[in-house]
Structure formats: structure tokens, C-alpha cells
């Protein structure tokens, strides 16, 4: 498995951005889909964002579509999330997670979920202040 830590989370007012970071060491970093997460209080944690081995294929929850941008690099074994144009509900700890069940041609939106990532972060809280 891959060991990721994320960072980059913080407070930050309504409209504003921030970009996520998520570093990861151990096995080969270019051979898994990398996702984000995130988890707001008494909900459950829901997918965000995900992105191909070769950052060809993304996919993102409807709600952050046109806001949030995920990317990688493959040669610093790292993935972002860009998140511009921020709103109170977007307030969570995103968490970062690495699965290698897919690939560029097999991952689709609905296979985007919790149990097909073995590998996490530990999370980074975002807070958007209206």
C-alpha cells in the first residue's frame, strides 16, 4: 500500500480558495487512481474528486464541478485539489486515498466510493466562513 499525508487545509471566507496537497511514499505512486474525499460532521464521507494513473481521466461530484480542480504529479508522488470559489458547504475534513482496482478505461463515477480505496490520509480539515 501507499502512505499519503495530506495538508493545505485551513480557514478561509466564503468565495475564497485553497489548494489540498496530498504526499505519498511506498509503493509505485504512478499506479494508482488517486481520489478525494471529505466528511463533514454527522455525515458521511463522500467522494470529491478522482483522477487517472496518468491524469487523463478526472471525475468529480456534481457540486463542486467548475469549482474544484484535481492534478497530479507523478515525479513529486503527489495530487491536489484546487478549490476556488469556496462555499460554508464545502466545510469537511477531505481526506486524500489511492486505490489500484482501476484503471483509465475502467473507472467510472459510481465505483467512486469509500470501500474501493485502500489506502487514506489522515485529513486536513477545510472551514468556509460565510
Known amino acids: 500500500q501507499v502512505q499519503l499525508v495530506e495538508s493545505g487545509g485551513g480557514l478561509v471566507q466564503a468565495g475564497g480558495s485553497l489548494r489540498l496537497s496530498c504526499a505519498a511514499s511506498?509503493?509505485?505512486?504512478?499506479?494508482?487512481?488517486m481520489g478525494w474525499f471529505r466528511q463533514a460532521p454527522g455525515k458521511e464521507r463522500e467522494f470529491v474528486a478522482a483522477?487517472?494513473?496518468?491524469?487523463?481521466?478526472?471525475h468529480y461530484r456534481d457540486s463542486v464541478k467548475g469549482r474544484f480542480t484535481i492534478s497530479r504529479d507523478n515525479a513529486k508522488n503527489t495530487v491536489y485539489l484546487q478549490m476556488n470559489s469556496l462555499k460554508p458547504e464545502d466545510t469537511a475534513v477531505y481526506y486524500c486515498?489511492?486505490?489500484?482496482?482501476?484503471?483509465?478505461?475502467?473507472?467510472?463515477?459510481?465505483?467512486?466510493?469509500?470501500?474501493?480505496?485502500?489506502?487514506w490520509g489522515q485529513g486536513t480539515q477545510v472551514t468556509v466562513s460565510s
Open positions: 511506498g509503493q509505485t505512486f504512478s499506479s494508482y487512481v
Open positions: 486515498a489511492a486505490s489500484n482496482l482501476f484503471t483509465a478505461a475502467t473507472m467510472r463515477p459510481a465505483t467512486m466510493t469509500p470501500p474501493n480505496f485502500a489506502s
Open positions: 483522477l487517472s494513473q496518468g491524469g487523463t481521466i478526472t
